[in-house]
């Protein structure tokens, strides 16, 4: 260890007592010593050489038994900072929260996907720039950026997969064009991936096996399983836009080269291609939540029908992984009940009861805001994880 550490007294002992601090529980003196086993001087010198690093603060009084409470200590959130970026399909959010995944600043933007990487790239990060410029002192530097995108990420290569729906990106090297521009951890994700560990973080979080559906332009699951993330050997579980809806006149040609694909009938391009069909004028999602306000019958017979189209695909998906929270985002989960209401009739009749009756299907809570959120918490644990705890300890300014 450096002998800046040491001359702050952050030994072996404090790496430990800080991963124990980093589950934002505070606990006095006495609780460390008794989890620890170490003395209480011995904790005592541990806490002021954490607190003397910025990376421990005080948070209040414990319980008393008569005399003066006890302080209790936690880590300090503000140690360091997490960026997140999120590029959708039509927009780009970026953002910037500290370790208890607190958002401290957000922009959103409009983008142009079929710009290409570089263009869109070089606009969000300079707009995460202008945050990070304008970030209080008091909060410490940037850790790790997690980048959220609307196509599956290939585990090994870290390349956006070739089935990208993202024009002009497939095979793109995200994580090398952000590391030559920050010096922080890049992270890199599906961004159904991210909405699953936002929704699941904070408001399901003793849920170990959920489901979040996206549906919007494209059609895509996160899976949170065992209480992990599960992507798959190649980044490709949870793709589920490509496979076939079972109705007979749904033989709809899709951009994969197929027909009948799911995102072919259900996605928000296909309902609004499908209104236009039958005489409703309808150009964009804001359109279609007019339109669903208004009451327009077409307009809700057309959601149901998706709604349906999706519950069939999806009834394989509940069987097969049995979660115990099917959480419904994207933009057309906003549009009214029409859509929940065709997936829970098409899962309910094509379920068996016992995969049903211990499920709970709803639109999600963390609303439009699901993937940067995913993506601020996917940054804070990464940089909570045992090796950077201690590089967090180490590279923390004397």
């Known amino acids: ?17 800080l991963k124990i601090l980093a589950d934002r529980k505070p606990r006095t003196r006495a609780d460390v010593a008794e989890l620890t086993g170490a003395s209480r001087s011995t904790v005592f010198n541990r806490i002021g050489a954490l607190q003397k690093a910025g990376l421990v603060v005080s948070v209040g009084e414990g319980s008393s038994t008569g005399g003066r409470p006890s302080t209790r200590f936690a880590l300090n ?19 910037l929260a500290d370790l208890g995944g607190e958002i401290l600043a957000h922009n959103r933007f409009d983008i142009e996907l079929s710009d290409g990487p570089d263009a869109v790239l070089e606009q969000a990060a300079t707009a995460l720039e202008v945050l990070i410029g304008e970030l209080p002192s008091d909060h410490g530097p940037i850790d790790v950026i997690t980048v ?18 993202m024009p002009g990106w497939s095979s793109f090297a995200l994580q090398p064009w952000m590391r030559a521009r920050f010096t922080a951890e890049i992270l890199v994700d599906n961004d159904a991936t991210l909405m699953a560990i936002g929704e699941q973080a904070i408001h399901y979080p003793d849920v170990a096996d959920l489901m979040f559906v996206t549906v919007s332009n494209g059609i895509g699951v996160g899976l949170i399983l065992a ?24 033989d709809v040609p899709c951009h994969c080269g197929n027909s009948g694909c799911l995102v072919a009938v259900s996605s928000t391009e296909a309902i609004l291609r499908e209104l236009k069909s039958r005489g409703v004028a309808a150009e964009s999602t804001s359109d279609l939540f007019t339109l669903v306000r208004d009451g327009d019958v077409t307009t809700a017979q057309v959601l149901r029908r998706a709604g349906r189209d999706l519950g069939d695909v999806m009834t394989a998906c509940i069987t097969l992984l049995n979660p115990t929270v099917l ?14 209401a065709g997936i829970r009739e098409m899962l309910y009749a094509r379920s068996i009861p016992h995969i049903t009756e211990g499920l709970s299907i709803a639109r999600t809570r963390t609303e439009r805001g699901a993937s940067i959120t995913g993506a601020v918490i996917h940054g804070a644990r ?17």
């Open 1 to 17: 260890m450096s002998e800046p550490r040491r001359s702050l007294g952050l030994d072996a002992g404090a790496v430990e007592l």
């Open 77 to 95: 959130d503000r140690a360091r900072t997490v960026g997140a970026m999120h590029i959708g399909s039509r927009h780009c959010t970026v953002a």
């Open 227 to 250: 209480g992990a993330p599960y992507a798959g050997s190649h980044g490709l579980a949870g793709d589920i836009g490509h496979l076939q809806v079972r109705r007979p006149d749904a």
């Open 382 to 398: 990464w940089s909570l994880q045992e090796d950077n705890i201690v590089r967090l300890l180490v590279e923390t300014p004397a």
């Open 148 to 165: 959220g995108v609307s196509s599956p990420i290939d585990p090994v290569t870290g390349l956006i997969n070739n089935v990208s729906p």
């Open 327 to 340: 959480v419904i985002g994207g933009s057309l989960a906003f549009a009214g009940d029409h859509l929940l």
